[in-house]
């Protein structure tokens, strides 16, 4: 996944994006990572809140 550059490009924080989740700051940490992946419902949630559609998350 290519979150690390989504993050940068949305100008949205790890830290914010875990809280709109609902999510832990580790758990998001560990998803630009790639030690472990969003579930469905939270990728859509992620792709909206980064206005990305949900493929660019896991585009090379």
Same mark, same amino acid.
């Given at each position: 996944?290519?979150?690390?550059?989504?993050?940068?490009?949305?100008?949205? %924080?790890?830290?914010?994006? #875990? +809280?709109? @989740?609902? =999510?832990?700051?580790?758990?998001?940490?560990?998803?630009?990572?790639?030690?472990?992946?969003?579930?469905?419902? %939270?990728?859509?949630?992620? #792709? +909206?809140? @980064?206005? =990305?559609?949900?493929?660019?998350?896991?585009?090379?």
């Amino acid at each position: 996944m290519k979150l690390e550059e989504l993050f940068q490009q949305s100008g949205v %924080k790890k830290s914010h994006a #875990a +809280k709109i @989740l609902n =999510v832990s700051p580790n758990t998001v940490s560990n998803w630009v990572k790639g030690s472990s992946y969003p579930t469905l419902d %939270k990728a859509i949630q992620l #792709a +909206k809140l @980064l206005h =990305v559609e949900i493929t660019d998350l896991y585009e090379e």
